[in-house]
């Protein structure tokens, strides 16, 4: 169980967690799988939010290594790029939607003297348009993105980046990748429900949270 009056840092996953990612993911999504479609590389789907949200967590080398791993690594590369471009125009053209709660949640955090730190499995531009579009840097101290260590798992950025931060931590996220990343580095887990894991994905978080406001009854 967590001892919350040990945390010091609290190291945050952002899609699922913070943001409402399916929002601009299915569109993008959508779009990459119907290049490849036209390109006869898949067959024509339909594709419901429900599938979608699955890939979710993952960084892109993991995601088609899973999704498309007949693919010839440059198409891998030209369908991420793809679905990147089409989240960046939907970031651009506001449509992304944070979780009702998670601005005042972090404000609260911040004031109560916790470090904050983003560390999500997304690239460069994905994290400076969102910081742009949210002011996510007024609350966090550092933004972490899986691009700037090669697209290596969670577990191994966390690694390499947790001695940056005062101890104890804490890792709050929606995915399997963030509850494996506490555990293999010895770091306390908060599981989000309202995101998009699967069923018992979460079971071996510290603690499962239904909204992101309810750090607040605990911290």
């Given at each position: 169980?967590?001892?919350?009056?040990?945390?010091?840092?609290?190291?945050?996953?952002?899609?699922?967690?913070?943001?409402?990612?399916?929002?601009?993911?299915?569109?993008?999504?959508?779009?990459?799988?119907?290049?490849?479609?036209?390109?006869?590389?898949?067959?024509?789907?339909?594709?419901?939010?429900k599938?979608?949200?699955?890939?979710?967590?993952?960084?892109?080398?993991?995601?088609?290594?899973?999704?498309?791993?007949?693919?010839?690594?440059?198409?891998?590369?030209?369908?991420?790029?793809?679905?990147?471009?089409?989240?960046?125009?939907?970031?651009e053209?506001?449509?992304?939607?944070?979780?009702?709660?998670?601005?005042?949640?972090?404000?609260?955090?911040?004031?109560?003297?916790?470090r904050?730190?983003?560390?999500?499995?997304?690239?460069?531009?994905?994290?400076?348009?969102?910081?742009?579009?949210?002011?996510?840097?007024?609350?966090?101290?550092?933004?972490?993105?899986?691009?700037e260590?090669?697209?290596?798992?969670?577990?191994?950025?966390?690694?390499?980046?947790?001695?940056?931060?005062?101890?104890?931590?804490?890792?709050?996220?929606?995915?399997?990748?963030?509850?494996e990343?506490?555990?293999?580095?010895?770091?306390?887990?908060?599981?989000?429900?309202?995101?998009?894991?699967?069923?018992?994905?979460?079971?071996?978080?510290?603690?499962?949270?239904?909204?992101?406001?309810?750090?607040?009854?605990?911290?």
């Amino acid at each position: 169980m967590i001892d919350f009056a040990e945390i010091k840092t609290m190291i945050f996953d952002y899609d699922g967690t913070l943001h409402n990612s399916i929002k601009i993911y299915a569109p993008a999504f959508r779009k990459a799988y119907g290049y490849l479609v036209q390109q006869g590389l898949a067959e024509e789907k339909v594709w419901g939010e429900k599938e979608i949200s699955h890939w979710l967590g993952f960084n892109s080398k993991e995601m088609w290594d899973a999704f498309m791993p007949h693919l010839s690594q440059e198409m891998k590369e030209h369908c991420s790029k793809i679905l990147g471009e089409e989240m960046k125009r939907l970031v651009e053209a506001g449509e992304p939607v944070l979780y009702e709660g998670a601005i005042d949640t972090l404000d609260y955090l911040k004031n109560k003297g916790f470090r904050l730190v983003f560390l999500s499995n997304c690239r460069r531009y994905y994290r400076d348009a969102h910081k742009a579009t949210f002011s996510l840097d007024r609350y966090f101290e550092d933004m972490v993105c899986s691009e700037e260590h090669s697209f290596i798992p969670k577990h191994e950025i966390m690694s390499r980046i947790k001695g940056k931060y005062p101890e104890k931590q804490v890792i709050i996220g929606d995915r399997a990748q963030d509850i494996e990343a506490g555990l293999k580095n010895g770091i306390y887990t908060i599981g989000c429900t309202y995101g998009f894991a699967a069923e018992g994905e979460l079971k071996d978080a510290d603690l499962l949270i239904n909204d992101i406001i309810e750090l607040k009854n605990y911290f």
